[in-house]
């Protein structure tokens, strides 16, 4: 596994693609999400993105101009986080950081969904105060994706798997999807990552055959690729899977 601080040698020792990963390259997106990041690390990031050919680089909000500027011409696509890792800003802010990522050149945007919408949602014993809650939930996502779906950008939203129940899932995952995501993903791996396997598998039972899964937050090693493979449809990793 490697580290963000020796990326630099381990792209110069390796020239060419990493063989164990040739199955996945096209399904995974690399994230440099950490709160240390910085724009000098990202070439060396970039380069490893692009020697393995995959689909796609997750950078905070601030670097999605500089990335989509280095892999214009390329086939991979430029990935912005939304509203990370907590998914609790204004309606109004999340919409005005759209608008900007957007303009700054985003392929993709990975948004949180404000999860404890859905938690509070479901300790709500009246029924019309929790379709009120979760109405406010799809109506943030909604938002989102219009602007999104009208400039040509992939929504993917983070519904934060690991501390829901998997009754709340199903509900995240009810409420994503009407909400318009094009795909819906497990985890920011900021928070518990719980049983990804049974997330996923009860994701997909769940959500239309035309809406895609991600699955993120903990993804390290090449087993646990291979036990989710058949069910989702990208990845999200910041290490090199052994």
Known sequence: MKTLNSYKNFVNENQNPLPQLSKFAKMIDFTYIREDARKENLLEIIDLVQLNKFYGMVVNPEFTDYVAYSLDGTDIKTITTLDFPDGDSSDVDKLSLAIEAVSDGTDEIDMVMYYKGIQDAHKEENEEDKQSKLDAVEGDIRAIANECHKNAVI??????????????????????SKGGADYVQTSTGTKEIGDTLRNVKEMRRVLADHVKIKVSGGIRTLEQMNQLYQYVDRFGVSVIPK
């Open 155 to 176: 929504l993917k939203v983070i519904i934060e798997s690991g501390v829901l129940t998997l009754e709340e899932l199903v509900t995240a995952c009810q409420v994503a």
